[in-house]
């Protein structure tokens, strides 16, 4: 891959929300309408985030969240349609697996509907035995928060 007007950046405070919303709608049916806020929050609690530029372009973006030894889960690997298929999808990935953060993690999840095969190249393998989903409802809150006052209340 050589394409020089192209900058990857770990920096966070880069990321330009509105470009980062605009390039889900258009790039990314999974990450649709996601909110200038939610983006902040997910982006703020992730690291490595990882971002591609051309020139004041947003081109790609990606993130990963992680404990930095055992487990770790990329998330919103995304590229602008009209930047695709010159390899930068693959040099993302590669950019987050070898992150200081993530490059002594056992094992890295990741959730894709249609691209296995693109993520197989790089090297992940279809797990299907070990995904399970838990899709937060209301009453999970409210447990959770009772069970942190009880324990504040007893002192722990």
Known sequence: MNYPQ????????????????????LSAFWAKER??????IAITNSDPVISLWDEKKLVGFARAT??????????????????RGR????????TILSHPRMR???????MTTH????????????????????????NLESLASGEIQLQESRGG
Request: net charge negative.
């Open 6 to 25: 192209i900058q990857f950046s770990d920096r966070k405070s880069l990321i330009d929300l509105d470009q980062l919303q605009q390039l889900f709608n």
């Open 35 to 40: 909110s200038i806020e939610d983006l902040k």
């Open 66 to 83: 992680s404990d930095g030894i055992y487990r770790a889960t990329i998330w919103d690997v995304v590229i602008h349609p009209e930047y």
């Open 87 to 94: 390899g930068l999808g693959s040099k993302l990935v590669e």
């Open 104 to 110: 002594r993690v056992e094992r890295v999840y990741l």
């Open 115 to 138: 691209q296995q095969g693109f993520y197989e190249k790089i090297g992940f393998q279809c797990n299907p035995t070990t995904t399970m989903v838990l899709h937060n409802q209301p």
